[in-house]
């Protein structure tokens, strides 16, 4: 029932949302190819999109005039067929970089970045240096910084720059897994990279990835992505929240690698490819999250791209066993299938940093991460509090909030509300005056009293009345009074002073 829910709540994804940098759809792929029989045309429904490409430069610094001619008309034939395209840089197919301390081939790599820029750099919206470093290693953050933009000017951002100067130069996508080795190797980088002129770290757009894996310890099925915890799908937030932490909205951000090619069980044990683990909507719920992600935050998304579609490898490979070219495989078929439901019933730009900050009620966080994988979808206590136990509507999670779907399969909203009962949130966002609106149904007379705190503070204070009081009719209310709200990672808290309400969302309109 949830999935046909879904169907329709997606489908209004593209409400309200433009602009320069997010006027564009998000949905995006791994490798194009240009075969009608096994190119991405078979999802594409005639949408704009984007693909991730790829070059080494151990391969590159061979290309002649003629090879470069022939790859320029590969990229051109890309974007006129509507594809916007990520290219990643590494040194080779065994190092992203060149090996630590060798500043010949530092210097190498930097001249052979300077000529695919010069060469294709027109064609291209951004160049991603690397991939997927951490600390323990051989490369280290260090090393990785002097190869970037620091130490001097035989660096990559500087030799592209000195030939385009308005392509974007972006650092290495972490992985996408867990844990503070990923974290602190990111963190290490981001502050040894040479600094710009207001003192921020010159760097142009970041890539990031997104994977997810089981659901909990106990449910070994992929997790659903509109509510996975930050040890899987949702990994990408915590780097979210260091890039808007130092950049505010500022910088384009890419999932450039996504999928449900993760691990269940403990961290090593049990891999488990797209051609395994892919589970019946995960594609059409992965999307909705990062939608749901760029309404609910000023810091966006701007590309979503599965890995991989088509495999340039031997099978065997992680790129072949998660590969959407492929047809002998049932989950990859479906994953296929579900790609092309998205691009056919749903239209999901970024949208602007600065617009209305829409929360659904039902997405409340998730916090547990216990045991690497989480017990629950959610800590009571932590992530909401409720009075009765079980979730009384029975659909979407299986925490004790109170989910419902209304009769015609339009709203999904959090119900049977009682006094006490609260739901937090966070985002990014701030910088302007707000006003609060619901979107919302009350079955009975009288005006439910409901609260929003942010950081701990009530900002406001709303009676909400339905004029028809039918638990079918959904309505938005008058708009609550002009708060100011401070850029920053911001904790939400809905409290239900009185209950006899149902919240489908809750928006913060900008003034």
């Known amino acids: 029932m949830k999935y046909f829910v879904l169907l329709l709540l997606v489908s209004l994804a593209a409400i309200g949302v433009a602009n320069a940098q997010g006027s564009y759809p998000v949905y995006g792929i791994h490798f194009y190819s240009d075969s009608v029989a096994s190119g991405p045309i078979q999802i594409r429904n005639g949408q704009p999109m984007w693909t991730v490409e790829m070059y080494y430069t151990q391969d590159t610094k061979n290309f002649d005039q003629n090879r470069w001619n022939q790859e320029r008309a590969k990229f051109q034939n890309m ?139 106990y449910n070994q099925a992929a997790e659903d992505p509109r509510y996975g915890d930050e040890c899987d ?142 017990m629950t979808n959610g800590i009571a206590g932590t992530d909401y509090y409720d009075t009765t136990a079980g979730n009384s509507g029975g659909v979407y999670r299986a925490e004790d909030v109170d989910i419902g779907v209304d009769p015609y399969y339009t709203t999904v909203f959090v119900g049977w509300t009682a006094a006490g009962e609260w739901l937090r949130y966070e985002s990014l966002f701030g910088g302007y005056n707000y006003k609060l609106k619901f979107r919302f149904s009350r079955g009975a007379s009288g005006s439910s009293k409901v609260r929003v705190q942010i950081d701990g503070v009530t900002k406001w204070t709303m009676y909400l009345d339905d004029s028809d009081d039918n638990w079918d009719t959904y309505q938005e209310s008058s708009l609550g009074s002009s708060v100011y709200i401070a850029p920053g990672d911001h904790i939400i808290k809905l409290i239900f002073d009185q209950g006899l309400v149902n919240i489908d969302w809750f928006e913060f309109v900008r003034q």
């Not at 915590?238 to 996504?258: H, L």
């Not at 701007?302 to 490979?317: D, K, L």
Request: hydrophobic share 35%; glycine share 8%; aromatic share 16%.
């Open 233 to 374: 799908f949702r990994g990408f937030v915590p780097y979210m929240r260091r890039i808007y932490s130092i950049f505010g909205a500022s910088k384009p951000v890419y999932i450039t690698e996504t999928n449900t090619y993760w691990y269940f069980g403990q961290w090593a044990e049990n891999p488990r490819y797209s051609q395994d683990s892919y589970r019946s909507c995960w594609l059409k719920e992965a999307f909705q999250a990062i939608d749901e992600w760029n309404r609910g935050n000023d810091l966006k998304i701007c590309a979503f791209c599965w890995f991989v579609w088509q495999y340039q490898c031997i099978e065997g490979c992680d790129q072949w066993q998660n590969a959407l070219c492929r047809t002998d495989d049932p989950e990859l078929n479906l994953a296929r299938s579900d790609y092309y439901w998205v691009t056919s019933n749903t239209w999901i730009p970024a949208g602007n940093p600065g617009d209305n900050i829409r929360i659904q009620a039902e997405n409340y966080t998730n916090s547990d991460t216990r045991y690497g994988r989480g």
């Open 79 to 217: 974007r006129n067929n509507g594809f916007k395209i990520i290219l990643r840089v590494d040194y080779s197919w065994s190092s992203t970089i060149p090996p630590d301390g060798d500043w010949v081939e530092r210097y190498y790599f930097a001249q052979h970045c300077r000529t695919i820029a010069q060469q294709v750099g027109d064609l291209i919206e951004c160049m991603i240096i690397g991939n997927e470093l951490r600390d323990g290693d051989p490369i280290s953050s260090g090393w990785y910084a002097y190869c970037f933009n620091a130490y001097d000017d035989n660096c990559v951002y500087t030799q592209v720059k000195a030939v385009r100067p308005n392509l974007k130069v972006g650092i290495y996508a972490p992985g996408g897994w867990p844990g503070s080795e990923n974290l602190s190797f990111w963190d290490n980088v981001v502050a040894s990279v040479r600094k710009d002129a207001s003192g921020k770290p010159e760097i142009d757009c970041f890539p990031l990835h997104a994977y997810s894996g089981a659901s909990t310890i």
